[in-house]
């Protein structure tokens, strides 16, 4: 019997690929007669469009073409997620713009450097109208509107039926404004797409190289969109350079380039700038929380009331869903709620358009949340880490269902904690804390602590296939698409553990439509659970058909077949045994490959959980925050390779930690990006991260046979509120009880400055007054679906 690489470290399979500079880009991609796309993009947030010279552009140099709305007649790209019909987004503006950056005309050209040189020639006459960036202000009655026709700036919004009653019987109710600021994607690579147009003879009309995480998605979008048989459209995703949420779905640009190609008859490429990417890639989070916790003065929660506005950005993109979908159904977190009252308002803003990032809502439940405890244990003058386990869910609960309907698999919230704080000596901690305040040291620590909950692995299932060949070859095939996870490594094991072909032996295939049959693609830390157990079910169809093969072929019994590396055996009889060519020939011989494919259905819904410590010092007299040591125990359920594990919680925790400290995408009261750069935009280095300290516990889910959990977000939303709560705690004594993120050196010091005079608390837009009332037709079953 073959022993098992499950639960062992396996180095990632794809890296030598990477690291050697073969791996294979749209960017890289040279097809004959490829002409490149350009675009000119609105400088205004808010504006008609009055007239559009292009023919300065047009008779420039290497120029092929230039096309405005009105010439290329496209069709409406489908959103990736449907917040409003009536906010429908043109693929080129038609007769306003409603954001910076928005794409009104294309410029098609031989090289990329002669259409750079056409776009500035084009003469784009605009008539400015008001613009609302700030998504409270948007919700005031006499705010300017992006859709006239819609009457305001709410492109959707639900309110609960209970209010203020579910803190009756609290003896404090601690408050909180908060805000949970919109930062930006930044992948590595940015959005590319080429499109090439099929000749009579193609197999397909349409050939689509992209960027994207999800390929099968994509191409039913194109195929709708365009009125084109999905199986005449091919979509093709090589290496992906990043993707984090901001790459699902078919974009604006990647309409117009579809539409070039197919009117040209050419190919056509578009590879976006950093610049494009800053303004135009959807943003991430973008919430402004009202939360209102009530608490027994010995500690116990009696109710949690939220209003929450979620930025949608301009045409409605579905951060305001993710508002009132996922951050709502994890907004009771690790504790015991009895009661909670949750509103949400989906606000349209002149702003690039806001969708998922890592974590997709899930991060900012957990970042109110932990800050409400804190800011309880504050006024009730009791440890942070007390309060928590005086309200974690208990261990025999589980399965769990919320008060908002969410329903839990498994879970040891203290197990995590523990761990945590073991490793970063919390006792010892808070008595160097203690002296350096004693000593009237400017430079101060800061301990704080996260315990979270997630939602991973919601929504369809997924596919894969497993063939074994006659060179004792193995291929998997599958429909989720990696873009820097480690599917290869990590499908790959499942299958040695299976039947025993070595890690090099086995091609792994993924992100093309006319090779993979179908596939929901890669979100909401979805792969290794549905992907792994769809990998899984696959093998051991495969196993079972090559052992009746083998038992027939050695004259043994079908249970005594064991898997032997290059072929299938007899335990306990080493001579007896049969290889992987004579089993596939075999199967031949019946009419049939050694192949087989599953399309594994979940049980639900599951939930990683952990906790985190960060450990920061202030400096108080200029409030430069520097991260000095940083915990994650993160429990993703059964772990498959720790060394990919880690890898998650690395990347996890650096995001987690930007958004706390540096990351955000701001903009004036204009609707003008003021961080639209590299050079603006604060994204951390190596040298401003400490060195990080991750571990794993393992609490299994039996929601599907791998007992995994999502790892891909889990870091990132654990990190967030520890890191924030970290900066409060070493200033809360100076009477400092909330700074916003990013927590940058002038907040902390203006915090520390005003004290206790700092305002925590202002009464909610009065729009969540006139909010209809959440109806029994929006299932909870729904809010359990995972972007």
Not at 184 to 191: R, W
Request: aromatic share 4%; glycine share 12%.
């Amino acid at each position: 019997m073959v022993g098992s690489l499950l639960g062992n470290e396996v180095p990632r399979v794809e890296d030598p690929d990477l690291l050697h500079g073969r791996g294979s880009y749209v960017g890289n991609l040279d097809v004959e007669g490829l002409v490149h796309v350009g675009f000119v993009r609105s400088p205004l947030a808010h504006a008609l469009i009055t007239s559009i010279d292009t023919e300065a552009a047009g008779s420039a140099p290497g120029i092929v073409a230039v096309y405005t709305a009105a010439d290329l007649d496209l069709p409406v790209p489908p959103p990736f997620i449907v917040v409003n019909a009536q906010c429908a987004r043109p693929a080129l503006a038609t007769d306003r713009v409603r954001f910076v950056g928005e794409p009104v005309v294309a410029v098609v050209g031989e090289s990329s450097a002669a259409v750079t040189d056409a776009l500035e020639l084009v003469d784009v006459d605009y008539e400015p109208l008001p613009a609302v960036a700030d998504p409270e202000a948007a919700l005031a009655p006499d705010a300017p509107t992006q859709f006239p026709d819609l009457g305001s700036n709410i492109a959707a919004g639900e309110r609960d039926s209970a209010g203020a009653e579910v803190l009756d019987g609290a003896d404090v109710v601690v408050r909180a404004r908060i805000e949970n600021q919109r930062v930006a994607v930044v992948p590595m690579e940015g959005n590319a797409v080429t499109a090439v147009p099929g000749g009579p003879d193609d197999d397909h009309d349409l050939t689509v190289h992209v960027s994207t995480q999800m390929p099968h998605a994509l191409r039913d979008g194109v195929a709708g969109a365009f009125g084109i048989a999905p199986e005449r459209v091919r979509v093709i995703a090589p290496h992906v350079g990043g993707a984090f949420g901001g790459k699902a779905g078919l974009g604006a640009e990647h309409a117009v380039v579809i539409g070039i190609a197919r009117r040209l008859g050419r190919p056509a490429k578009w590879v976006e700038t950093r610049s494009e990417n800053m303004q135009g890639m959807p943003h991430g989070r973008g919430q402004v929380q009202y939360a209102e916790l009530g608490l027994r003065r010995d500690g116990e929660i009696v109710g949690l009331r939220c209003r929450v506005v979620g930025d949608c950005g301009a045409y409605a993109g579905f951060n305001g869903l993710l508002a009132m979908g996922s951050t709502r159904s994890m907004a009771q977190g690790v504790y015991n709620i009895p009661r909670i009252a949750y509103d949400a308002i989906a606000a349209l803003t002149n702003t690039t358009p806001v969708g998922a990032f890592r974590g997709a809502g899930r991060p900012e439940a957990a970042a109110m949340l932990e800050r409400m405890m804190d800011l309880a244990a504050t006024e009730l003058d009791m440890d942070p880490v007390a309060l928590r386990r005086k309200n974690f869910l208990a261990n025999d609960v589980f399965p769990y269902k919320t008060a908002v309907g969410t329903e839990y698999d498994s879970g040891d919230y203290d197990l995590p904690l523990t761990e945590a704080l073991r490793l970063v000596g919390y006792e010892a901690l808070r008595a160097e804390q203690a002296r350096r305040i004693e000593a009237g040291e400017t430079r101060l620590l800061g301990i704080g602590v996260s315990s979270y909950v997630e939602i991973t692995g919601g929504g369809g299932g997924e596919y894969a296939e497993v063939e074994v060949h006659d060179d004792g070859r193995a291929t998997i095939k599958v429909g989720t698409s990696s873009h820097g996870q480690g599917h290869a490594t990590s499908f790959a094991m499942i299958v040695n553990d299976l039947l025993g072909i070595p890690m090099e032996s086995i091609e792994f295939v993924q992100s093309d439509t006319a090779t993979v049959a179908r596939g929901e693609g890669t979100g909401g830390s979805r792969s290794l659970q549905l992907g792994g157990s769809a990998v899984r079910e696959a093998g051991e169809l495969v196993l079972r058909r090559a052992r009746e093969l083998a038992a027939a072929r050695l004259e043994a019994a079908v249970e005594d077949i064991e898997p032997t590396g290059d072929g299938l055996g007899v335990a306990g009889a080493p001579a007896a045994k049969v290889s992987w060519q004579e089993l596939v020939q075999a199967a031949s011989a019946d009419g049939g490959a050694l192949a087989e494919h599953a399309d594994f259905e979940p049980g639900g819904a599951t939930f990683p959980f952990g906790a985190h410590v960060s450990v920061v010092e202030v400096d108080i007299e200029t409030g430069l925050v520097r991260p000095l040591r940083h915990i994650a125990v993160d429990d993703c359920g059964r772990v498959l390779n720790p060394l990919i594990v880690r890898g998650q919680q690395h990347g996890g925790v650096v995001q987690g930690m930007a958004q706390a400290l540096w990351e955000h995408m701001s903009y004036d009261d204009e609707g003008n990006p003021q961080t639209a750069t590299l050079a603006d935009y604060a994204v951390p280095s190596a040298a401003d991260v400490p060195a990080l300290e991750v571990s794993s516990t393992e609490t299994p889910t039996p929601l599907n046979p791998l007992g995994a959990k999502g790892i891909g977000e889990a870091a990132t939303i654990g990190a967030t509120p520890a890191v924030q709560n970290a900066v409060v705690d070493a200033v809360k004594h100076l009477g400092v009880r909330h700074i916003d993120m990013p927590a940058t050196p002038q907040r902390v010091w203006q915090a520390i400055r005003d004290g206790v005079s700092a305002p925590l608390w202002q009464d909610p837009p009065a729009a969540f007054e006139a909010l209809p009332v959440r109806g029994a037709e929006r299932g909870r079953e729904s809010d359990q679906a995972v972007v």
